[in-house]
């Protein structure tokens, strides 16, 4: 199983661990890392080591909340240490879910193409059809 290390911004990381809990229970082998406020790089660096240790695995998927930021930076750092990982930015709710769902579906470089097949997938705009249901106003009542 492909470990799963999320991190971002402030509470990001942990606040999708909450709501991953909410809707689908706690998940083996996953870690939620935040870069919070007053933390250096060298701290978040050490603390995305530690876990990539803790999980015994050199195939890691990172999922960064913003591309560019110093957690997605931190964790392409990190990965040219492991070149099987991968490292996904704009990371949201479906992507965790894809990325927890494929894990155990072959090497990162597929779960990571098949996770962001699947994050384009989610992302929609809903648009109101202006007309498209006509109301007869010229009778009062029900």
């Known amino acids: 199983m492909?470990?799963?290390i999320v991190t971002g911004h402030g509470e990001f990381a942990s606040a999708l661990e909450k709501?991953?809990?909410?809707?689908?229970g706690p998940q083996e082998n996953v870690y939620f890392?935040?870069?919070?406020?007053g933390m250096g790089n060298?701290?978040?660096?050490?603390?995305?080591?530690?876990?990539?240790?803790?999980?015994?695995s050199?195939?890691?998927i990172f999922l960064a909340d913003i591309s560019g930021g110093t957690p997605f930076s931190t964790a392409v750092l990190i990965s040219q240490d492991f070149p099987k990982s991968r490292v996904l930015g704009g990371c949201n709710?479906?992507?965790?879910?894809?990325a927890l769902e494929m894990r155990e579906d072959g090497a990162p470089s597929e779960i990571a193409v098949n996770i962001l097949e699947?994050?384009?997938?989610?992302?929609?705009?809903?648009?109101?059809?202006?007309?498209?249901?006509?109301?007869?106003?010229?009778?009062?009542?029900?």
Do not use: Q, W
């Open 2 to 4: 492909t470990p799963v």
């Open 19 to 24: 709501t991953m809990e909410y809707v689908i």
């Open 33 to 37: 890392i935040n870069f919070n406020n």
């Open 42 to 56: 060298l701290e978040l660096e050490e603390k995305i080591r530690k876990v990539v240790l803790e999980s015994g």
């Open 58 to 60: 050199d195939e890691i």
């Open 93 to 98: 709710m479906p992507m965790l879910f894809a």
């Open 118 to 142: 699947d994050a384009k997938e989610n992302i929609i705009l809903f648009g109101n059809l202006e007309n498209s249901c006509e109301i007869d106003d010229s009778e009062d009542g029900i």
